[in-house]
Every structure is written in C-alpha cells, then in structure tokens.
C-alpha cells in the first residue's frame, strides 16, 4: 500500500474556516444544535462530500463522513462550551478530514470521520457518542433538558431531513481521536505530542459536616462544634492519607463547598461540599474511597460532628485505551516528532471513552498553550497543530498496514 | 439605710405581660419601632409610674422610669429580635422595675429603670445607647436604614408627642444589667449567676485567596494553586499560632466563606473569607491580629496564592466592668446563691458597653438553657430568673450603702 501525506496549509484552512461558525473575538460559542453549530455541521458534510465520503447525520446529530467498506474511524466533535476556545474538539474533527481526503487522494485504505454531538454536554455529557454507543437510550437521552428547559427531543427536531439512521459501528475497525491537551503537562516540558494510556475514571460524593451553630462571641472554642473547621480536618487528613496510595497522576478536589449560615459571628453549623477524585487505575479509585471513610471516620470521632456522604453521580470507569492503538501512535509520535511526545493519561472526558464500548480507540493530545481550555484563549501552536495531524496521519497509516 | 425585699411573683408576673406583646409562641417578635415595641412602651411606662417613678421617653426611643434626684440606673432593652426569644433584654429590664418599686415602697435609695431602644439592631447596632452615650450623632443616626428601607428619622417619628430631651446622665450614679448569658457556661457548670468581668472586644479581617482556576481532571496536584486547599492552611496555622497567645476565654471564628467559581470539577481559584475574633484584653486583639498576619505570609509563601485582608468593620475595644460594681455583684452573688457563681467575660454586645462611656457600670448574667439565645426556643429556669432578681436587688443595695 503506498504512503500518503498531508496537505497541512490546507488543513489549517479548514480549521479556521470552521472557527468562523459562532466565532467571538478570538473564541467561539457553538452549542450543541443552535444555528452555529447546524451550519458548521452542514458545511462539514459539503467538505466531507468534496473529500469523496458521504455524509450521513444520525438521529441524535452525529455526522459522519463515510468511506467505502471497512475502515479505521478518526473525529472527535466540533460543538463547544458556552464560551468555547476554537479548537477543543474541532480540531480532531478537521484532522481526520485532512487525513481521510489525503488517503483517498492517493488511493490509500479507506479512512472516515465523525464529528459527534454535544460532547459538552447541553443534554448530559458526550449525549451524541454516549447515544450511538449504546450507553444511553435514545428515549431516555430525549427527555435531557438544557439549561433553558429544552429537551434533547426538541432540539434534534431541528436536524429535519437530514437525520438518517444510525451508523453500524462493524463497519469501522477502529477509532482514532486527536484532541488539545486541557492541560498544561505538554506545554511545560515543551512536548509536542502525548499519547493517551487510559481516560482517568472519577468518582464524586457529596460529604456534609454537620456541627452546631452558636453565637460567635459566646461560645468558648472547646464547646464548639464547628463544621468548617471540621472540614479542614478532613482536608488534613485527606492529604496525609492520600499520600501512600496516589501516583503523580492522580488527583482529588473540593471544587464546591457551602457552609451554614455563612454569617461572620455565627459558628458554622453546617457544611455541604463536593469531594471528587480521578485515576487511571479502577482499583486505586476504589482504595482512594476507603481512604476517604477512614478519614471520615476518624475526624466523625475526633470532632463531635456528624459526617454523612453520598455519591453525588455515577462512577465513571477508567477507560484504558487499545495496545495497538498506543503502539502505533508511539512510532508515529517518534517518527514525527523524535524525543518530543510522551505517553499520559487523560484526565477528562472524551468521545474515545464511549467509543472504547465499540471498537479498539486510541487518543493523541498536542500541547495546550498554558493549560488553558473551555476559555476563548484557549490555543496552540500552529507548528504543534500541524505535528498532531502527521502524527494522526502516520498513526492511520501504520494500522492500516496492519 | 433599710434593707427591702423584692417580690418575685410580681416580678414573674410582670414579666409575663411583657411577653405578650409580639407573643409567637414560645418566642416574641417585638422589633424596636414596631407597633409590638411601642404597646410594650406605653406599658412599661405605666408600670413605671404606677412603681412611683416618672417615665420618660428620650428622642430616639429610650424610655427612662426616673426616681427623684441622683439614683442607681438599672435597666436593658425590650426590642428583640425578628425571632426573638422572650427574655433576652426583656429580663433585665423587668428586673430593674421590681427592683426599683420595691425600693421605692420600702423607702431605700432612689432606683431609676431603663429601656433602652433598638439594642437588637434594626438600624445599626445597641442604637438607642449608642445615641445617649454620645458615641452616635442623633442626626446621623437618623440616617440609618432598616432592611425595608425605612430610615431611624421615620421610625421614630411614631414616637410622636412621647417624646422629650435627652436625659442627663449626670444624675445617675452607675448603672447595673442583668441580661441572660447567652451562652452554655453557667448552665452546663449548672451555676446560678455569672458576674461580667468585661464586655470582649473584637476584630474582624475580610481574607482573599486567589489561587489558579483550573480543570479538576487535567491539572496534576502538584501544579495546583487550589484557594480553598490553602485557607485550610491557613485554619492550621492559625490553631497552631493562637495555642501560644489566647486564653480559654479567647474566641475566633470563619462564619463565612465563599468559593468561586464554586463548581465540583473545578479546581477553587478564588476563596474569600471571615476571620473574627474576641477576647476581653485590648491587647491580646492585638496580639491575635500579628499572629494573623504571620500565618498569612508564612501561608503566602509556602502556597504561591495571593492573599490579601482588609478590616470589615469597626474594630470594637474591650469594655471592662467597673471594679466596686464587680465587687457588690461578687458579694451579692455569693450571698444569694453560694459557691453556685462565677466571674465571666461577655462574649456578646450590649448596651452596658455603651453606658460604661457615662458612669460606673457592671453587669449579671444567669444560664441560658443549652445556651441558646436569640431564638424563639430561649429559656431560664424560673428559679434561675429569681435568683438573679435577688442579686441585682442585693448588689444595689450594697451599691447604696456605699
């Protein structure tokens, strides 16, 4: 089979062409089925069309690109945040374009693409791939509301004739997604490529401390019974005890906290907050989670408060990405960017993660210019963007070689 | 001099009544102004003159019930809170009536009755004391709003023809407060009668954390500049700190804190908090605030978080008791109630804070039940209530004797 190359200006063309739908100053605001997003959608399947693949949008709006016959899968998702940064998932969707039309240009093993459905989660989160993986029901997804009361089913109603039916996910031998880092691991060490071992897991209670609220100038300390205080004991304990089970990847926050009454002289009685922790490794999740109620319990007796916990959602699995997947992308990695790329979990969310319930996926980051993302600054490199799209096309290459 | 004996029936009696105006339930909703406030005036004042002594309301709501010539001025307030329990200033000033008719009917020294207005705050803080004492222009008072809206000057305007000059505090040779303690000491060392060494002093500081807003799953533990993470620092080291500086009677508190952006899978990046604290030694306030700001620059530099504070308020000094005032309230005590007394500071405001501006003033405390307070639940033992009437008679005895 012979080599095909990447036209990388012509890439970058694209890229900024699909900037434009929704574009606000230098970011973008596409939500999943608002008019920016319909018609940068249809004019993804007009260039998908140019590129010699056929366009097919699915019930819930995924849109796919299709080459003939058995093929290797490349995309991501071209929706954005509310105040989304311009290359997010749209960047993984224009580098599988980039690289299916050159590999049908020179006649190489067939290649499609998909750009999937709010990824960011107007409805949920990843609702197109989630849908199309059969994580979620289609019934069940259209009752998901947005934020101003829509429900999926009303939304997708503006798809019209455009949807078709699902795509049989046999026909693909696999899944490919380039994506930005959201991190700032690649752009520290000057890396220029990270290959994706697993998508970290979480897990996520809600813990609430309940102490006694008293009057601030009356009550001596030791009768107290303070539920912020309490709180930091656990933090305390939390950051001793985390220490002989984490690995470097591993990390664990207190993102949302609302104490009770939150009045400066009286003595917090109560406080709500989130714990949420993630990791590659399902078993060291699990054992971050018997660490947190031994702390909890500790502190539950050390203090007098009552610590209640509940999980706040559903655990996400660590999902770890395909062997061959990973090998391939490591040479292509080495082949295009020697001594530069480095292999890293990924620890947010993406399509591959449902896309993992199908078929073998694998995922490759370029650096993220300070780490920023769901942020109109979000950026990267142009040199970075262009050795994401080798290292993508080299990747295809190598699997379909087999 | 005679020796007179106070009637506690008439005393609980009286008492009663004055619980009927704003009665809910178990608790009383008598804001200062309110048409509850102003019946209860207008009552009060004939109970004062029915006990032989001429009722005087000043311009900003105080009503004084005035013995001849120079006299012992005893009294509280009569407002409450906006769920106010039925005792809280109440207490003190029914007290100062029985004392000062069974005083006058026995023929002893003159005894002057007062209650004072808006202790609770409506507009501003300890209002109509502020105003007599002087610390508070009457034309800027006027100024103050109630959470409505409506300023002092049109609250009381419904004093209407009530309303007379200002009284000299000249004539009064020193002023006793009787007050529930509002706190749980007396009532879990089950004693009888706390005497108040001082009114606590406090400070309060406004502390801004300003970390790094980051993704939760992208942003390893190590590169975190996580707010809420470094306000716990913050409570270690100030518990660590303060262990060399306070006394047991030493008070500090965060009673408010708010995260931004307040999100579960967002690292905190800003935290702004409350620090509070009391105690009876001016000095000591002051010691407690160097303490502060040491741990703030020790907690500066080991996080890499900008933390910045700013005094919130008017630092309130220590207000100590006045010795002879302490000493009769001592003998008093012991005589009444035996070993079943102690010496306290106030860790709550009140109006004695003010006085002590103009006279000699002390004050006495009985138990609160659990140490509420401010609250529809708040409640004494009916025993307790008489014990401390009986206290306060004997302390102005002895204060009359010389």
Redesign the interface.
Known sequence: MERFTVDPARFLADLHALRQFGKDGVGVRRRAFAEPDIAARDWLAKRMSDAGLTPHFDPVGNLFGLAPGPSLLLGSHSDTQPEGGWLDGALGVIAALEVARASAEAGCSPISVVSFQDEEGCFGALTGSSVWSGKLDLAEADTLTAADGTTLAEARACLGGRAGDFIDPKQFTGFLEMHI?????LD?AEEAIGVVTGI?G?R?LEITVQGQQ??????????RR?A??T??RI??GL?RAFANV?T????????????HP???????GRAVF?L?W?DEDADRLERMEKVINEVLDEVRQGTGCAITSRR?RQMLLPVPMDGQMQTALCQAAEAVTPGRWRSMP????HDASNVAELMPVGMLFVPSIN?I??AFEEDTAEADLVDGLKVLADAAQRLARG
Chains 1, 2 share one sequence.
Do not use: C, F, K, Y
Request: hydrophobic share 40%.
């Open positions: 880092e959201q991190g700032p691991a520290l970290v979480s996520q008293n009057h601030a100038g009356t009550t001596p300390m030791a009768m303070d912020l205080t709180v930091t933090v305390a950051e984490v470097p990847q591993s990390v664990w926050t207190i993102g949302q906290l609302h104490l939150n009045a400066p002289s009286i003595v917090p989130t949420q993630r706040l990924s620890g947010a969310l780490g993302s769901h």
